[in-house]
């Protein structure tokens, strides 16, 4: 059974602290997503990578960034937390070839609060 | 740029009845995929139905149809005969096929939180 992993189901934090979201695919998938959402929001992008140490830009970067040192591994980082980033954070990926692209997996979702 | 709008945040049904959702999209490619996501309390994110732009026939899966209208820029759900199950947020989603360059970037509505009442 295909799988995306998130390190964590909740996490608190306090603002200034470095925050780590990590999130582990077990397909050989070459893209993964990093997507938050807000209540009345939906799903924003946030970053994506097609590729090891490749990253794009999504829709509201700001105050993130990634890293993707192997494959399977693509990490969320939160250099100073604030509260605006108060948030469900999703993981998903994808394959790059055939019918695979248009298909996303998710992980179940991390509820970050920041206080 | 491309944006998916669900004009409906919530709804509600009778078990064993049905009910449509709406989402509306605007975009200048001609050839994109459009999806249904349902994320139960569990918050998994799961794929209930998808359309290539392309193909004319409106995609079913079992209880799940959509009526897909491209000149309208429509895309709604149908589920019938309502289960208990279905009670969820939906979010409708967008793939073109050559967004920003990249390998499949959805873009998504608000959702609809859909309620299914015994």
């Known amino acids: 059974d295909v799988k995306v992993t998130q390190s964590s189901r909740y996490l608190v934090k306090r603002t200034g602290e470095k925050v780590f979201l990590e999130c582990v695919q077990d397909?050989?998938?070459?893209?993964m997503f990093w997507y938050r959402q807000d209540p009345g929001l939906g799903l924003r992008l946030i970053y994506f990578?097609?590729?090891?140490?490749?990253?794009e830009k999504g829709d509201i970067p700001e105050g993130y960034s990634v890293s993707r040192e192997k494959k399977e591994r693509f990490s969320l980082i939160l250099e100073s937390a604030s509260t605006n980033q108060t948030s469900m954070y999703l993981c998903?990926?994808?394959?790059?070839?055939?019918?695979?692209?248009?298909?996303?997996?998710f992980g179940s979702g991390t509820q970050l609060s920041v206080l | 740029a491309q944006t998916v709008t669900q004009s409906q945040p919530e709804m509600s049904v009778q078990e064993a009845e049905t009910v449509t959702l709406s989402c509306t999209y605007d975009t200048s490619e001609n050839n994109y995929y459009l999806f249904w996501y349902k994320q139960p309390p569990s918050r998994q994110m799961i794929l209930v139905i998808r359309?290539?732009?392309?193909?004319?026939q409106n995609a079913t899966e079992n209880r799940f149809s959509v009526n897909f209208q491209k000149a309208a820029k429509s895309f709604s759900l149908k589920i019938s005969d309502s289960q208990l199950g279905d009670t969820a947020m939906y979010f409708c989603?967008?793939?073109?096929?050559?967004?920003?360059?990249?390998?499949?970037?959805?873009?998504f509505g608000k959702g609809t939180k859909l309620s299914v009442k015994p």
């Open positions: 397909m050989d998938h070459e893209n």
């Open positions: 989603a967008f793939m073109g096929e050559n967004y920003g360059g990249s390998q499949g970037n959805l873009i």
């Open positions: 990578s097609y590729d090891v140490k490749m990253k």
């Open positions: 998903a990926s994808s394959s790059e070839t055939g019918e695979g692209r248009e298909k996303l997996f």
């Open positions: 359309q290539e732009a392309y193909k004319q």
